[in-house]
């Protein structure tokens, strides 16, 4: 059984790179750039989305290569970016991505 | 048909990220980072990799995500880290990922 979530030091950038390497990852990476953990379902209305059993993969993708948090919570799930890791890991690597957002966002 | 090479404003992030994120691949970015023209063969050799035909997805998906340029020349094919228009696009990441790539391998 693969664990929920990797140990900071489990972590692997091929890993971390392949998870971001997706338009839907990537909104939900930007979506939780504030810090805060949120539900699942607040990122979910934010980026419009609404076929939650392809969720239940990125979500999946994202905890497993160790970019988000993800906890049941009553009858929620709470989701936020672990943005501590990767920075402490990965050096530089998370705020590229987020202007890297910005830049794709602006040109198209 | 699919363009052999994107033009700088036609590569997008999530392309970018997702070439990036396999290990085999990886390895090529790293062994291009001096920045010269290096054959296919010098990179493979450089890897240790002999299934040539596993590394024609890997040159495609490099190449057509915007990462390298690939370039008949003779009976060899040359490829080059296209490092300025990824450094003009998404300012940080090529190095944030480079100075990942050897946080990995000393961790490991």
């Given at each position: 059984m693969r664990r929920l979530h990797p140990d900071p030091e489990q972590i692997r950038l091929?890993?971390?790179?392949?998870?971001?390497?997706?338009?839907?990852?990537?909104?939900?990476?930007?979506?939780?750039?504030?810090?805060?953990?949120?539900?699942?379902?607040s990122v979910l209305a934010e980026l419009g989305i609404t076929a939650k059993s392809t969720m239940t993969?990125?979500?999946?993708?994202l905890r497993e290569n160790g970019v988000i948090w993800q906890v049941p919570s009553g009858r929620e799930t709470l989701v936020s970016l672990r943005r501590d890791d990767l920075?402490?890991?990965?050096?530089?690597?998370?705020?590229?991505?987020?202007?890297?957002i910005g830049v794709d966002e602006t040109a198209s």
């Open positions: 091929d890993g971390v790179l392949s998870a971001l390497g997706n338009p839907v990852r990537l909104g939900v990476v930007r979506a939780l750039t504030g810090g805060a953990e949120r539900t699942c379902n993969h990125h979500w999946r993708v920075d402490a890991r990965y050096p530089g690597l998370l705020d590229a991505v987020l202007t890297g």
